[in-house]
């Protein structure tokens, strides 16, 4: 008997090592799951217009709109980008931390230019471009969500 439970131990510890691996390789490509970007709803806010702004609009209006643009893009943002860069905006490490962005308009600029165009690194893909999927109105209202975010301590 002592020799079948010799040769079944190579099998099992080959076995968990496969599995052990696709877990591996399943969560470090797959972030906080498998989701396909969606378009964001901005109805209620005010309409930006084609040309791209450089600072956060809805932001500069406050009032109202500053308060419509972070609940819609809390949804934006749990749709689009919690994925990658943590849920409520608290980065798991897979990409960078967006409550640290710098305020006002040198934050806005660097979002916009990420969001917008994506970014890729030494020729590997980093984040996918947003710009034909998401509206200025659904960026900026990304936006306006995660730098209401209490940033880490």
């Avoid at 990409?95 to 006002?104: M, Q, T, W």
């Avoid at 890729?120 to 990304?142: D, R, T």
Wanted: net charge negative; glycine share 10%; proline share 5%.
């Amino acid at each position: 008997m002592k020799k079948q439970y010799i040769r079944i131990a190579p099998a099992i510890f080959v076995l968990l090592a496969v599995v052990s691996l696709q877990f591996l390789i399943v969560s470090t490509t797959r972030g906080h799951g498998d989701v396909a970007p969606q378009a964001v709803d901005t109805e209620g806010l005010e309409p930006l217009g084609s040309d791209f702004l450089e600072e956060n609009p809805y932001r500069l209006a406050g009032g109202e709109q500053y308060e419509l643009a972070i609940e819609i893009g809390a949804s934006g943002y749990n749709q689009n980008c919690a994925r990658c860069h943590g849920l409520e905006a608290i980065s798991g490490g897979i990409a960078p931390d967006v409550r640290l962005l710098e305020d006002g308009i040198l934050g806005d600029e660097w979002f916009m230019e990420r969001v917008r165009k994506g970014y890729s690194q030494n020729g590997a893909y980093k984040m996918p471009s947003f710009q034909e999927l998401l509206s200025q109105e659904a960026m900026w209202a990304i936006r306006s969500y995660t730098e209401t975010r209490p940033k880490p301590e």
